[in-house]
């Protein structure tokens, strides 16, 4: 207060008495959140723990401290002020020290002195740019990504091939009772040829000549397979893909040192809930595998209801595994 100033102490006790009153306020219905209000407030997880732990009691000793100074009178509030800026301190360094202990040091997020804790859209850009170079690694160790996850659907479509017709020994395509012409099956699914590897890229069909076009992008010198459905993870679900490679890998027995086949649930990935909107795939429609009309072929979205995840791992030479591939398992009798 400046020199030769001199507040009535009634007006002063009034204004501290009615901001005390708004500090036992704030007090009195932040203490009062219910665990499900509390939840939605500091989000799940462990940085929702983290807010939890270190920062909600400095937060309640802030106010405490405000409202005591405040009681006070005037002359109180510049100790306050000074007590608040030390309760930020704290909270900061409360926030280093539990990052710290919930992330490994690949992980971590790297404070410098006096640098203020990442904010929301900082969190969101650090974790994004760490899937784009997990996914970036499986591409490198097998053709998982670049078969299940970066395809589009038309290229999933063109990896199932073209449905191979029943022919008569002079070549002529053969008919059934109904005057339909007949496609060869196998287990109640079209038998197919001309598959197109999606590893080849989206410009295969520019690119490559002739034969080739058919030939597995991994091993040119063998024609390209696949099953008969073609599926993937949808293509914003990067993050999704890199979880169940995670979960994939805790599962691995070390001491093996062959292919392992790891079969999941979704949900042993992602937690509780339903996740076979995360998924995407087709198959040729058994029963009118080629529109009469336009000769078009007629495909068939797959239901993954229930479906699980196939992970395909290989030893990489320096005592760890390799992910070759890794996709969703459609049942089959949900898809006939």
Excluded at 43 to 71: H, L, Q
Excluded at 250 to 265: A, M, P, V
Aim: proline share 5%; with cysteine; hydrophobic share 30%.
């Amino acid at each position: 207060m400046s020199k030769g100033f001199k507040a009535h102490p009634d007006n002063l006790a009034k204004a501290a008495k009615e901001a005390h009153g708004h500090a036992e306020r704030v007090e009195r219905h932040s203490s009062n959140l219910d665990g499900k209000t509390r939840g939605r407030l500091l989000g799940k997880g462990k940085f929702g723990m983290i807010v939890e732990k270190a920062i909600r009691p400095i937060i309640d000793s802030m106010i405490t401290d405000m409202s005591k100074a405040m009681a006070r009178g005037h002359r109180s509030i510049g100790h306050g002020l000074d007590i608040t800026r030390k309760n930020i301190d704290d909270a900061e360094k409360a926030i280093r020290k539990d990052l710290r202990r919930h992330q490994d040091d690949r992980d971590a997020i790297q404070l410098k002195l006096g640098q203020r804790v990442l904010g929301e859209d900082d969190l969101r850009d650090k974790h994004r740019k760490r899937v784009v170079e997990r996914v970036d690694g499986l591409r490198r160790q097998g053709h998982g990504p670049q078969r299940h996850l970066d395809p589009t659907d038309d290229m999933l479509k063109d990896r199932l091939g073209k449905p191979i017709a029943v022919r008569d020994g002079s070549g002529n395509h053969l008919r059934d009772s109904d005057g339909n012409l007949r496609y060869n099956h196998q287990d109640g699914y079209i038998q197919t040829n001309e598959k197109i590897d999606p590893a080849h890229g989206p410009d295969a069909k520019e690119r490559l000549q002739g034969g080739d076009l058919y030939m597995d992008a991994e091993n040119p010198s063998r024609r390209h397979k696949c099953d008969v459905f073609s599926t993937g993870f949808n293509r914003d679900q990067d993050d999704a893909f890199m979880h169940a490679d995670l979960h994939g890998r805790s599962q691995l027995d070390h001491s093996n040192q062959d292919r392992q086949f790891i079969r999941f649930q979704p949900e042993g990935a992602w937690g509780p809930g339903e996740h076979h909107e995360r998924f995407r795939g087709f198959y040729i429609d058994p029963n009118n595998p080629v529109d009469g009309a336009t000769k078009g072929i007629n495909y068939k979205p797959v239901n993954f209801q229930g479906a699980g995840i196939l992970a395909i791992y290989d030893p990489d030479g320096r005592g760890g595994h390799k992910l070759v591939t890794m996709y969703p398992e459609p049942k089959r009798d949900r898809n006939i």
